[in-house]
């Protein structure tokens, strides 16, 4: 398996722009997580999916973002408008359980919002 | 509040020179807590998982420990390929899938 597969690697935009983050998870894995890491507030859980429902979206910051999950290979996370705070790199997680299971990162997405 | 504490937030070893890092934590009844490596660009790696105080795991040169408050990870003997970024995360009991990550410890480690 190729693992998790993140695309953009590098993302540059201007402040008000849309921003569409795209993941595929590893096949068969029924979690999915997007996170977010900077270097002010670490690693924090945006939302997650469990068989393609999203189950907790406690750390999505504001109505901006948004993340859908259309189908078990396949999930987004957009920001809409963008602003220089969401400057960060946003990774994409999956597992197979969720329950003690460990965390398959991809190699995330490094957004600049200009 | 369920909260993650690792210290300290930069360490600088010489190879050979042995050391330990810290996890400190507060939570709801620990289901699990998690040690990953990050390297730079790259997303954070799985090393081990503890589920309770006592507990000890081992890969290579890497220890891992868990008492009721924090957990070590303690590295023998260091080599540089172990320069990275750990990262301690924690799950509380109720939170299926939700990790809570510490801000990390990059560790350096000069030939």
């Known amino acids: 398996d190729a693992g998790v597969i993140q695309s953009p690697r590098h993302e540059v935009t201007e402040m008000g722009q849309e921003v569409t983050l795209r993941c595929k998870p590893i096949?068969?894995?029924?979690?999915l997580f997007w996170y977010r890491q900077t270097m002010m507030r670490g690693l924090e859980l945006l939302i997650y999916?469990?068989?393609?429902?999203?189950?907790?979206d406690s750390g999505m910051p504001e109505d901006r973002f948004s993340a859908k999950m259309p189908n078990a290979s396949f999930s987004t996370l957009k920001i809409q408008p963008s602003e220089p705070r969401d400057s960060a790199v946003y990774f994409c997680?999956?597992?197979?359980?969720?329950?003690?299971?460990?965390?398959?990162f991809g190699s995330g997405t490094q957004l600049s919002v200009l | 509040e369920d909260q993650v504490t690792q210290s300290p937030e930069a360490l600088r070893l010489q190879e050979g020179e042995s050391s330990s890092l810290n996890c400190s934590y507060t939570?709801?009844?620990?289901?699990?807590l998690f040690w990953y490596r990050q390297d730079p660009g790259k997303g954070p790696e799985f090393l081990f998982t503890?589920?309770?105080a006592g507990e000890e795991k081992e890969k290579e040169r890497l220890k891992a420990t868990l008492t009721k408050k924090e957990s070590f990870l303690h590295i023998t003997a260091p080599k540089p390929e172990d320069s990275a970024t750990y990262l301690c995360?924690?799950?509380?009991?109720?939170?299926?899938?939700?990790?809570?990550f510490g801000q990390g410890t990059t560790l350096q480690v000069k030939p």
């Open positions: 096949s068969g894995h029924d979690y």
């Open positions: 999916f469990n068989n393609n429902v999203p189950i907790d």
């Open positions: 939570v709801s009844g620990l289901r699990g």
């Open positions: 503890l589920y309770s």
């Open positions: 997680a999956s597992s197979e359980t969720g329950v003690n299971e460990k965390l398959f």
């Open positions: 995360a924690v799950q509380a009991a109720g939170n299926t899938g939700k990790l809570i």
